[in-house]
């Protein structure tokens, strides 16, 4: 039996703890059990527009009294730098979020914190506050937008947990990202057992990139089962919106390639190029200040660097089908992992949990697409091998499952 609205409608801002202050957007509680949804908007201070779309739904939230089950928190990512036309102050703050690293920040001397450091401690003591009054996996959402054109698609560590959610929102995925920048907020949040994934709405000022945020966190809300698809205001125009502008995209991309871009490179982008543009083999791309730099295949192009500040000068991708990811849930999911041990020349990490070493000569082609299947990446070289691993998460910081509960990797 669904209780009437009003008394539903209970928004208990008690959930934001004063001592995050500005940080927290807003929270939205109608008392019905559920999972808590994390909207996480401007971890790149260029990038405003996750903030306004967290504020437009915690706004529609309220003033309609939506019957939504468990709670939804906005939050903002890097306080020092929003309102400023940089992305961040002295480091990218969706970097570094290793346990390693975030143990030698919380250990040290906060007041030898430079800007970015003092965001990371306080988005760590949030995320210590969502485990610690969460009962279950959380969902986060990380809104971002590109300095490029760009059409709105996701990216995410490819678990199955986050396959789930993803796939159920009309946008294209962009998987191997995590391979190709390390330490992302998200891919910290996967390793720590919940839902998250981030989404590029649109270029910084498009004012569709509000509005593609907006679309995808009430789907979002709806694929995570904090709302019906019937309890959404304007459900089918927030699904048209996306479907309209994925319209011609692939659905799946990998990426095959990163630009590293150092502040001394002189790297300068070619003007022209837009996301999921495709680019034939011996195109100039960019230059730098060792001559142009040119695709060595024919790829698709993705997130080209416009602005000043960013560690990425562009990426190239290449799409993959979604039959081929189906498939590779369902052997993740019959834990036929005993087949890669069948290649000649592999062998498990030994002392590293799901690590397996490749030697580099057969680690292209039909063994890399292998384990692809198997939801592993390439992670590093080691002499002549290659590590492949794949995040395999636990829950809240815990390497196993809870008693009862089903492991991501290994659950239907
Ligand atoms: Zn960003």
């Not at 000649?344 to 057969?362: I, M, N, Q, T």
Request: glycine share 10%; hydrophobic share 40%; net charge neutral.
């Amino acid at each position: 039996m669904t209780p009437p609205l009003s008394r539903l409608a209970a928004f208990v801002s008690s959930h934001a703890p004063a001592r995050f202050g500005d940080r927290i957007l807003g929270t939205y509680d109608a008392a019905r059990p559920g999972p808590t949804f994390v909207i996480f908007g401007g971890i790149h201070g260029n990038e405003p527009a996750g903030v306004e779309a967290a504020r437009v739904v915690l706004d529609e939230l309220r003033r309609l009294e939506l019957p939504l089950r468990g709670r939804l928190v906005g939050v903002a990512g890097n306080l020092a730098a929003l309102g400023g036309d940089r992305r961040f102050v002295d480091r990218d703050l969706n970097r570094r979020w290793f346990e390693s690293d975030l143990g030698r920040l919380l250990a040290a001397d906060p007041a030898l914190d430079g800007a970015e450091d003092r965001q990371q401690r306080e988005l760590a003591a949030f995320f210590e506050e969502i485990d610690r009054s969460t009962d279950g996996p959380a969902v986060f959402l990380d809104l971002h937008s590109t300095s490029g054109v760009s059409a709105p698609f996701m990216c995410m560590a490819d678990t199955l947990r986050n396959r789930r959610v993803a796939l159920a929102l009309p946008l294209p995925i962009i998987l191997g990202l995590e391979e190709a920048i390390d330490g992302t907020v998200m891919g910290y949040l996967t390793e720590r057992g919940h839902t998250a994934f981030a989404i590029e709405g649109g270029k910084h000022d498009a004012p569709a990139t509000l509005q593609n945020h907006v679309s995808a966190i009430w789907l979002a809300l709806v694929a995570s089962g904090n709302l019906a698809a019937g309890e959404v205001p304007r459900y089918t125009e927030h699904r048209a919106r996306l479907e309209g502008s994925a319209e011609g995209q692939p659905r799946l991309l990998e990426i095959t390639y990163r630009h590293p871009v150092a502040p001394e490179d002189g790297f300068v982008m070619d003007p022209g190029f837009w996301s999921f543009q495709p680019v034939k083999a011996g195109t100039r791309l960019a230059h730098d200040k060792n001559g142009p730099i040119r695709t060595p295949r024919d790829a698709v192009m993705l997130m080209p660097l416009y602005q000043a500040q960013g560690e990425d000068g562009f990426f190239l991708g290449r799409p993959l089908s979604l039959t081929k990811l189906r498939v590779s849930s369902l052997l993740r999911t019959l834990r036929l992992e005993f087949l890669l041990d069948l290649i000649p020349g592999v062998r498990p990490h030994f002392g590293e949990a799901d690590r397996w070493l490749v030697p580099a000569s057969v680690s292209e082609g039909f063994t890399r697409d292998l384990f692809f299947l198997f939801g592993y990446r390439r992670m590093r070289r080691e002499g002549v091998w290659v590590v492949f691993g794949r995040r395999r998460p636990g829950f809240l910081g815990r390497t196993a499952a809870r008693p009862g509960e089903v492991d991501d990797e290994d659950g239907p």
